[in-house]
C-alpha cells in the first residue's frame, strides 16, 4: 500500500516567495496533521484536519501560514510571504480516527528560504 | 501545557550494548503513548502503549508503559549500527483527535 505522499521533497526559494507544500494521505484515512520539525522546537503539530475539516490549527504560527484539504484525498500547506526562519522539514501524517491507530507520516519536504 | 520530556538527549553505544530510553509526560487526559524510530526521513511507528505494566515487544526492541509513573521506556538489546536514530515518544490525549504531542526525541548513535 503507498504510503503517506508529499512533494516537493526539497524546496529552496527565497524571502518573500509563496510556498506551497503538498500531501497525499494514505487512502480510508480520515485524519490528516502537518508538522514542522527544527533541532530547536523538535516535532511541532502545526494543524489537523478530521474528514477534511480543520479540528485544530493552534499550532500554526502566524497568518502567513493557510492550510486547505478540499478533498480526502489532498491537503496544501502554504506559507506567503516566507521568512528564513520558516526553514525547517515539514511532516504530513495521517491516521484513521478508529481509536488506537497510529499516524503515519509521509518522508518530508526539506524547506530553506533563503 | 501539556509536555513530554525525552532522556538521555543523545546516547553512544557499542553495537551488541543495551540501552534504555526514558519517557515522561505531563499531560491531561492521556490516552496513549507511542514510540517513532526517524532515520533519515520520516518518523516509522515502533509501539502504541495503552495499559500500564504491559509490555509490547518487537524483535530486539521492547517497550512498557507506567502509568503511575507517568513515563515509558524502550529497550534495544543487542544494539546494532542499523538502531542508530532519533527515538520519538508522543503522547495522545483523549478528546485530542488523535493529536500528539511529542517529545524532542533521542538521538542514539550505535559503534562498530
Known amino acids: 500500500d503507498a504510503g503517506v505522499i508529499q512533494s516537493p521533497r526539497h524546496e529552496v526559494t527565497e524571502m518573500g516567495q509563496e510556498v506551497t507544500l503538498r500531501c497525499k494521505p494514505i487512502?480510508?484515512?480520515?485524519?490528516l496533521f502537518w508538522y514542522r520539525q527544527t533541532m530547536m522546537r523538535g516535532l511541532e503539530l502545526l494543524i489537523y484536519f478530521n474528514n477534511n475539516v480543520p479540528i485544530d490549527d493552534s499550532g500554526m504560527p502566524e497568518d502567513r501560514f493557510s492550510a486547505k484539504m478540499p478533498n480526502a484525498s489532498f491537503s496544501t500547506l502554504k506559507i506567503q510571504p516566507s521568512e528564513p526562519r520558516d526553514s525547517a522539514v515539514y511532516f504530513c501524517?495521517?491516521?484513521?480516527?478508529?481509536?488506537?491507530?497510529?499516524?503515519?507520516f509521509g518522508d518530508g519536504t526539506r524547506l530553506s528560504i533563503l | 501545557e501539556d509536555k513530554v520530556v525525552q532522556s538521555p538527549l543523545s546516547l553512544v553505544v557499542h553495537e551488541g550494548d543495551t540501552v534504555t530510553l526514558n519517557c515522561s509526560y505531563e499531560v491531561t487526559n492521556f490516552r496513549s503513548l507511542l514510540w517513532y524510530k526517524q532515520e533519515k526521513k520520516a518518523p516509522t511507528f515502533l509501539f502504541m502503549l495503552t495499559s500500564s505494566g504491559i509490555e509490547k515487544k518487537s524483535g530486539r526492541l521492547s517497550s512498557i508503559l507506567d502509568k503511575k509513573e507517568l513515563s515509558s521506556i524502550l529497550n534495544i538489546t543487542a544494539t546494532q549500527t542499523g538502531d542508530s536514530a532519533i527515538y520519538l515518544c508522543a503522547v495522545e490525549l483523549t478528546g485530542g483527535g488523535n493529536k500528539l504531542t511529542f517529545g524532542t526525541g533521542t538521538q542514539l548513535k550505535v559503534e562498530l
Open positions: 501524517a495521517s491516521s484513521s480516527d478508529r481509536i488506537n491507530q497510529p499516524q503515519h
Open positions: 487512502s480510508g484515512h480520515n485524519s
